[in-house]
């Protein structure tokens, strides 16, 4: 139904800023809630942002809250994850995915997402 495909990803500098990419296919993209997670080796994948399908209802992580801007072009069927001072524990493999929930407390829980993208690697060096 849906396939997710991230990009952006890289080695930045403390402070700075990213943007990540998340492309979609299927025709029930506007359909989705869209979410990133992150996912650092030998820990659990962690919620970082969620956005509604009409783009404007938003959910974040205490954690990146006000730093980071979750948004979405259904035109374009492509979800952002816009990143500022950023910080060496930003660092982790980054996955977009989408659920059918609406935004609310539900949707930063890993197995209520049904797709997911393959993930893209954000390195913060200090």
């Known amino acids: 139904q849906v396939q997710l495909v991230e990009s952006g990803g890289g080695l930045v500098q403390a402070g700075g800023s990213l943007r990540l990419s998340c492309a979609a296919s299927g025709r029930t993209f506007n359909s989705y809630t869209m979410g990133w997670f992150r996912q650092v080796s030998g820990k659990e994948r962690e919620f970082v942002a969620a956005?509604?399908?009409?783009?404007?209802?938003?959910y974040y992580a205490d954690s990146v809250k006000g730093r980071s801007t979750i948004s979405r072009d259904n035109a374009k069927n492509t979800v952002y994850l816009q990143m500022t001072n950023l910080r060496p524990e930003d660092t982790a493999v980054y996955y977009c995915a989408a659920t059918s929930l609406q935004v609310g407390p539900l949707i930063t829980i890993v197995r209520n997402y049904a797709f997911w993208g393959q993930g893209t690697q954000v390195t913060v060096s200090s």
């Open positions: 956005i509604g399908w009409s783009g404007i209802t938003t």
